[in-house]
């Protein structure tokens, strides 16, 4: 996901820049391909703020200094602490690979949603974007996309063509949240 925003940025087909690309890994490839597309990176984690209060404050801060006017949650699988979540309420995005409020919540990531959706016998599937909230993925839905899951679907080839459908999808409403919705993106503040 976050590569595609990356290119979609460079090539001026998003209208939106990135400010900052924060990861709780030190060895992320999002670290590594932001700095790559000579965007600032940070590290904040467990590791760098023992304390959750302290690593929430370090998120919202850095948000803030960098004028960030939206989050994306792409690929970040960590709780928000109170702090990042107040500041940036109504700002922050994230996607999931199902049509929500299926399969999701605490556990239900990657390949297990995909794993589910077989077991289930489900006729369809596909990608949510949403806003967030305290609870793993709760929060206004902002748009879904539908794909049929095929007699012959294997939990890979149900995972690419889902990860194909969410990044589609997350692109085409970060276009729409700029050109239709920009006072989304305006200061928090």
Do not use: W
Request: proline letters at 5%; hydrophobic letters at 40%; one cysteine or more.
């Amino acid at each position: 996901m976050l590569q595609a925003v990356l290119d979609a940025t460079q090539d001026h087909s998003l209208g939106a820049r990135v400010n900052v690309v924060i990861s709780n890994n030190s060895d992320s490839g999002a670290l590594r391909r932001a700095r790559q597309a000579s965007v600032p990176t940070a590290h904040l984690s467990s590791k760098t703020h023992p304390r959750p209060a302290d690593l929430d404050l370090a998120i919202a801060t850095l948000l803030a200094d960098r004028q960030t006017n939206l989050v994306l949650l792409a690929g970040y699988m960590k709780r928000l602490g109170p702090v990042t979540l107040g500041e940036f309420a109504g700002h922050i995005v994230n996607t999931h690979p199902s049509l929500l409020p299926k399969y999701g919540g605490r556990g239900f990531y990657g390949r297990r949603v995909h794993e589910a959706v077989l077991a289930n016998g489900d006729a369809e599937t596909g990608a949510t974007v949403h806003l967030v909230e305290g609870d793993y993925d709760s929060g206004p839905i902002l748009a879904q996309a539908r794909i049929e899951v095929r007699p012959d679907d294997t939990v890979q080839r149900l995972e690419q063509r889902v990860k194909c459908c969410e990044r589609d999808l997350l692109l085409n409403t970060l276009r729409k949240l700029v050109t239709e919705q920009p006072t989304l993106l305006k200061s928090t503040k």
